[in-house]
């Protein structure tokens, strides 16, 4: 079983740079593609980035595309969400997930089995 940390959250101000990490243990990060997905308050959980298991091809919200990256080093088994340009809108529990079944819907949280516990990022404006 996989076990995923994220870590780097915080609390920034709007125009603010963050740099998410997701580092994985019980399994080879190479085997899953990524994704990250966030929740605000009272609202359902988001897709905002994946990326496949050797970092070929991305995926994004378009509300992120241009502002948010997502990158993976397979040999540290860890993930990466950069998040340039932060927006108060952006502000929720950030979460990263594993996917192991191809030709899924890459941006439905179904699609995803393992999930870390989150960390919260809180930009305001």
């Known amino acids: 079983q996989v076990q995923l940390v994220e870590s780097g959250g915080g609390l920034v101000q709007a125009g603010d740079s963050l740099r998410l990490s997701c580092a994985a243990s019980?399994?080879?990060?190479?085997?899953?593609?990524m994704g990250w997905f966030r929740q605000a308050p009272g609202k359902e959980r988001e897709f905002v980035a994946a990326?496949?298991?050797?970092?070929?091809?991305?995926y994004y919200l378009d509300s992120v595309k241009g502002r948010f990256t997502i990158s993976r080093d397979n040999a540290k088994n860890t993930a990466f969400l950069q998040m340039n340009s932060l927006k108060p809108e952006d502000t929720a529990v950030y979460y990263c997930t594993t996917r192991s079944t191809r030709g899924v819907d890459a941006t439905a949280a179904a699609s995803y089995e393992y999930w870390g516990q989150g960390t919260q990022v809180t930009v305001s404006s």
């Open positions: 019980g399994g080879t990060l190479s085997n899953y593609a």
């Open positions: 990326i496949s298991r050797l970092g070929t091809a991305t």
